[in-house]
């Protein structure tokens, strides 16, 4: 139980009314009352009575909740609560307010008759509530006789019209007056005036806050984001700043906005590259909002960060660092872009105690969160291992390391995925062959070049925005490259076509011009057709075994290892995802490799597109070439893409019988 009754009223109510009267400007004009209360050093009133504490409780007909009814021994109501409250309920004002805001017809009015009873409670607020505002800039103050604490407390909720939300919970009538005390202190603290708002809180709570600052960096995050949010709450003006360097390294990047230290040239390359990211993936191309922040840079400042947008948006932003910890970022980059991005994470950490702010208000190294290639590394759990790790020259107990996010192998791919979105997939394995090298070996043409690392939609997207021309007997499959284990490289596709075993040419015999390749091709939880699984092996340019399972079938060449004998994982009791997986690990163990789940499924790769994995057509066999004869698709203003006929210009191409220019249907011979 908390004893809320043992609450010093006089000292609190003394402080506060002497912090108000000396933020008072000198010139401004007030009213006999307030003037009055500055003169005397007090807001409130002379004490209540028991005996008129107890007639209000009988007009009531209720005892009032203990916290209320101590304050009132102290002053008999009181000026200025916050900002908005100009005047609060002594015992001749409160009165209950049985709905003269006509609110209660408000609430009630939007319920349904699947409303909860904690909808219903809360609408039932205005009938029932004990009003203490007097005078308010149309902002209501209720006691809730019906939500009340194990001491006796009820809940006091404000609301206010123009603040667009819905009604604010404080614990009890005391917790209220600190928030309100707080709110006072917020905003006396951001005047435009430029007058300095210095008394006893403000200096201890500056205190506190440099005492969290140097608690932060030696890895004592939580303690110190408890200092900063109270801090912040009377608006001191590094706490915020400090507080939201923790909050983003823990994901939590809503209304993080680094207030007073954003426009601090100082900064900037640590803390604009993460607000800008936040701002490009929900801003639409509307970038007004993001000026708004920058609001008191200067024009430098307000340059680099819309040329940090564009880096973003465009997918080439690079972050750097200097010093020992700016070399880790560089070799933990090198391992994260061919998708080992545990140990890229484990680079990073094991060089963070080297890592040296940039200024006294720096608390971690932050833009590496919107680098395409480092950022997906972050994960809450990651974020706090970070923030536990003793750096900036302090010294502290370093953390337990996080867990990896691999579990190694490949038997991953058989479990559900979130939207159970992963029903089919194939991969590429080659021994003895770098990823950058795999386009060599598995495309042609202009497809031999990697692309800069991107997401699998990414890379979709891009790839589709320029294409022309579609065949129905064509396959070309995009994927993403990386190294899959020790001397190992892979290339992996999530998304493939349609499997066509009569037309299928598996790429293993291709890839493996000099050493050996692996290809496997699972549809086992596949939405459309049959489950099917295809597993080929090639040395040295020729194939040495393989093996399809289809329409329950079985068709196998070559001599096929016993671990990975068909017969051991189909025909049996296993099917699905569990013949699935046990055929997955053999492959594992049979060739030692691996496919980084993270890297793959949240991060970001080099793609290329492969040559075709179905054959030409063969004699008396037909296909459709679809070409697009009408303009690409254009952006918006706000990102999307239009066609001309959207736009009221051509149509796009489309199918057509005839052999012209929308498209050719195309015969073998």
């Known amino acids: 139980m908390t004893d809320t009754t043992a609450f ?4 609190f109510l003394l402080r506060w009314s002497e912090e108000w009267a000396d933020s008072l400007p000198a010139d401004e004009t007030r009213s006999e009352e307030d003037e009055a209360a500055r003169r005397a050093r007090w807001l409130g009133f002379p004490p209540a009575s028991e005996e008129r504490i107890t007639a209000l409780e009988k007009r009531l007909g209720r005892r009032l909740p203990p916290s209320y009814r101590e304050f009132l021994k102290v002053s008999n109501g009181w000026r200025h609560a916050g900002g908005f409250v100009w005047l609060l309920a002594g015992t001749e004002e409160a009165h209950w307010h ?7 017809d408000v609430y009630e009015g939007h319920l349904d008759e699947d409303a909860g009873p904690e909808e219903r409670r809360e609408a039932g607020l205005w009938r029932r509530g004990l009003q203490l505002d007097v005078e308010s800039d149309v902002t209501y103050v209720l006691l809730d006789p019906e939500d009340v604490d194990e001491d006796g407390e009820w809940a006091v909720c404000t609301w206010s019209s123009w603040r667009a939300a819905p009604p604010r919970r404080h614990a009890n009538f005391r917790e209220f007056m600190r928030d309100m005390h707080r709110e006072f202190h917020s905003l006396r603290a951001s005047r435009s005036d430029g007058e300095p708002f210095v008394n006893d809180t403000t200096r201890r709570l500056d205190a506190l806050v440099e005492e969290a600052r140097l608690e932060a960096l030696r890895g004592g995050w939580e303690r110190a984001e408890k200092t900063l949010d109270e801090a912040k709450e009377y608006g001191r003006p590094r706490a915020a700043g400090l ?5 983003r390294l823990l994901g939590r990047t809503s209304m993080v906005y680094f207030d007073g230290l954003l426009t601090d040239p100082r900064y900037a390359s640590e803390l604009l590259p993460p607000l800008v ?7 639409y191309r509307d970038d007004s909002v993001l000026t708004l922040r920058l609001r008191g840079a200067d024009d430098e400042l307000v340059a680099l960060a819309h040329t940090l947008l564009d880096q973003v948006r465009n997918g080439t932003y690079r972050y750097t660092a200097t010093g020992p910890f700016g070399e880790a970022v560089e070799r933990a980059r090198e391992l994260a872009r061919w998708g080992d991005t545990d140990g890229a994470w484990r680079t990073l950490m094991s060089a963070l105690p080297l890592w040296e702010p940039l200024g006294p208000d720096h608390l971690a190294p932050l833009g590496w969160v919107a680098d395409p290639v480092l950022g997906p590394l972050l994960t809450p759990e990651r974020g706090r291992e ?10 502290g107990e370093a953390p337990a390391p996080t867990a990896g996010l691999d579990p190694g192998g490949l038997a991953w791919l058989a479990e559900p995925d979130p939207g159970n979105n992963r029903t089919s997939y194939r991969f590429v394995l080659v021994e003895g062959v770098g990823p950058e090298d795999l386009p060599g070996r598995l495309a042609d043409g202009d497809d031999i070049v990697l692309n800069e690392p991107m997401t699998f939609w990414e890379a979709r997207h891009r790839a589709r925005r320029g294409r022309r021309e579609v065949s129905t007997y064509e396959d070309k499959a995009l994927m993403a490259v990386g190294r899959a284990g020790a001397g190992w490289s892979f290339a992996f596709d999530g998304d493939p076509a349609p499997f066509l075993r009569q037309r299928f040419v598996s790429p293993a015999v291709a890839a493996s011009t000099g050493t050996r390749a692996v290809v496997v091709w699972s549809g086992l939880r596949s939405w459309y057709g049959e489950p099917f699984f295809h597993l080929s092996v090639a040395r040295d340019g020729a194939e040495q075994y393989a093996f399809t399972y289809a329409d329950g079938e079985i ?12 017969g051991r994982f189909f025909g049996g009791p296993k099917a699905g995802a569990e013949a699935e997986r046990s055929l997955l690990e053999a492959v594992t163990r049979e060739f030692g490799v691996r496919l980084p789940r993270h890297a793959i499924v949240k991060g970001r790769l080099h793609t290329f597109t492969t040559r075709s994995w179905t054959r030409p057509p063969g004699d008396g066999e037909t296909y459709a070439v679809l070409r697009m004869v009408g ?4 952006r918006t203003a706000n990102g999307r893409e239009t066609t001309d006929r959207e736009a009221g210009g051509d149509r796009p191409g489309r199918a057509s019988s005839r052999g012209g220019e929308d498209c050719d249907e195309r015969f073998s011979s």
């Open 386 to 395: 970070l923030l536990s790790t003793p750096r900036g020259g302090q010294t």
């Open 555 to 566: 068709r196998k060449s070559g001599e096929i290892p016993r671990a990975l004998d068909p």
């Open 98 to 104: 049985n709905n003269a805001s006509g609110l209660a």
């Open 277 to 283: 990211a936040e701002h490009a993936a929900h801003s």
């Open 8 to 11: 010093d009223w006089r000292s």
């Open 631 to 634: 303009k690409p698709p254009r």
């Open 243 to 247: 507080g939201d360097q923790i909050r």
